[in-house]
């Protein structure tokens, strides 16, 4: 079955940077564009960020030029570099892939963005 796993998350201050990582399993990685939504408390889950298989970016106007998605098809990993982060940023983040119709996410990883 697919299988995502989200890692990385954390406290840090503002201005700071983050990695968060996902591992995928149970799919067939390469040909899958990957996202990352985010939600914070009382929020909806919003969408961060998306790559295709091939590799071509999409980015959420609130993130662009501070967030950079990437991937590892040898690795089945999917990653997002968070840099210049501020407090608006914290919120839970999720990864996700459609795959046959349906959308499969992981559990997340908390980010928390605060000095």
């Known amino acids: 079955q697919v299988q995502l796993v989200e890692s990385g998350g954390g406290l840090v201050q503002p201005g700071g940077s983050l990695r968060l990582s996902c591992a995928a399993s149970g799919i067939a990685f390469s040909i899958y564009a990957m996202g990352w939504y985010r939600q914070a408390p009382g929020n909806q889950r919003e969408w961060v960020a998306i790559?295709?298989?091939?590799?071509?970016?999409n980015y959420a106007d609130s993130v662009k030029g501070r967030f950079t998605i990437s991937r590892d098809n040898a690795k089945s990993m999917v990653y997002l570099q968070m840099n210049s982060l501020k407090p608006e940023d914290t919120a839970v983040y999720y990864c996700n892939v459609h795959v046959g119709g349906n959308t499969y996410w992981g559990q997340g990883t908390q980010v928390t963005v605060s000095s």
């Open positions: 790559i295709t298989g091939s590799g071509r970016t």
